[in-house]
């Protein structure tokens, strides 16, 4: 619910021919189980929606890469700080 109420006052902001197969899009979107719901999947659909160049899979796949490789950096137990810190590097 607090994501269409984020994401649905831009889509005022477009075209309105554009705008009618968006709604429905956006919708789509969020009619989901929020429990299991990839967060990184739906922002990737969302931009979608307004740059067709977007490739969700491929981009998926990247940001699957850049977490394992921050993950294998980490060391056992890593507290928060430690956690930041490779994050900075």
Same mark, same amino acid.
């Given at each position: 619910?607090?994501?269409? +109420? ?42 979608? +929606? +307004?740059?067709?160049? +977007? ?35």
């Amino acid at each position: 619910m607090l994501c269409r +109420i984020l994401f649905c006052p831009y889509l005022a902001l477009l075209p309105a021919v554009f705008n009618a197969g968006v709604i429905d899009n956006v919708q789509h979107l969020f009619d989901r189980d929020m429990q299991t719901l990839d967060l990184a999947q739906v922002k990737l659909e969302a931009d979608r +929606i +307004i740059d067709l160049s +977007i490739d969700v899979e491929v981009q998926l796949a990247v940001n699957n890469r850049l977490t394992a490789e921050v993950q294998a950096m980490l060391p056992p137990e890593a507290n928060v700080w430690t956690k930041v810190e490779v994050l900075r590097r």
